[in-house]
């Protein structure tokens, strides 16, 4: 069974192969040209897929198709040529073209998962007994989509992230002349609402020791992109050691995310050759 179904992997495939340079199937330099030929891009890309989703290791995807080398030294080729977060990008601009960005309104919220392996952005984790645990300060518009996160360790509190998270703003274009974000208890203080006037915008944030449902605000739109996140068992627990490359995963995750609403949305609006028979 695949990872993906169809109408979900080829849009994804398609836009991830045109960001790929040209590479000849044997290299050029070799001596008697005998060599084996290179494997192909689209054989480790689903590679990659079936990582993300089921959060193995590279050893166990690996087969006689593809070795764990391999998927390791393509993937930080496509790392180096900033081919994840163009990847990101694109299904952005796509769904804010057919669908629009609702940036009138974001959330901001950290989110908690474990890093048994340690690394660059991992910290002991406050709330699973001082283990290597991981935090991202994840930044949504009023719909869900993601929009950009901070990495850092589980040690980490969610209000000194919230400066570099809000600069991912700046990548987006114009914005709306008036922009509310939505916050959590966790971020109620001075120096947040400061923050936020020197940036223009205004904050909407629960207060502490008041208990109030998460509806009550726009903030679940962000809680339920973390919950979409951690459904991709390399998000939930990270065995990566290096900052690129979880932000790499995050990134196909995000495109994953951006592309999956982005096809909901405009199934009863748009009709394509291979739109899914029911609504996503």
Request: some cysteine.
């Amino acid at each position: 069974m695949p990872v993906l179904p169809a109408w979900l992997a080829e849009p994804l495939w398609g836009h991830f192969a045109a960001l790929l340079p040209q590479r000849s199937t044997y290299a050029p330099t070799h001596p008697l040209g005998c060599h084996r030929p290179r494997i192909s891009d689209r054989i480790v890309f689903d590679k990659m897929l079936q990582l993300l989703r089921f959060g193995c290791s590279y050893q166990a995807i690996a087969d006689t198709t593809c070795s764990a080398t391999t998927i390791r030294n393509r993937r930080d080729e496509w790392i180096r040529l900033g081919v994840f977060a163009k990847l990101k990008q694109i299904a952005l601009d796509a769904y804010d073209r057919i669908v629009g960005l609702a940036l009138d309104h974001i959330a901001v919220d950290g989110s908690i998962t474990k890093a048994p392996g340690g690394g660059e952005v991992a910290g002991r984790s406050p709330v699973d007994r001082g283990k290597q645990g991981l935090k991202r300060s994840g930044m949504t518009d009023g719909y869900g989509i993601p929009l950009g996160r901070v990495l850092a360790g589980a040690n980490r509190h969610d209000s000194p992230l919230l400066a570099p998270t809000l600069d991912h703003l700046e990548d987006l274009g114009p914005l709306p002349d008036d922009i509310t974000v939505h916050l959590d208890a966790g971020y109620d203080s001075v120096k947040t609402r400061a923050l936020l006037d020197e940036r223009g915008l205004h904050g909407r944030i629960a207060h502490k020791g008041e208990t109030a449902p998460i509806q009550a605000s726009q903030r679940w739109h962000v809680e339920r992109t973390h919950a979409w996140q951690n459904a991709f068992h390399r998000l939930a627990w990270c065995y990566e050691r290096r900052a690129a490359v979880i932000n790499a995963f995050f990134d196909l995750a995000d495109t994953m995310i951006t592309v999956r609403s982005l096809i909901r949305r405009a199934w009863t609006t748009h009709r394509w050759d291979e739109r899914p028979s029911r609504r996503p």
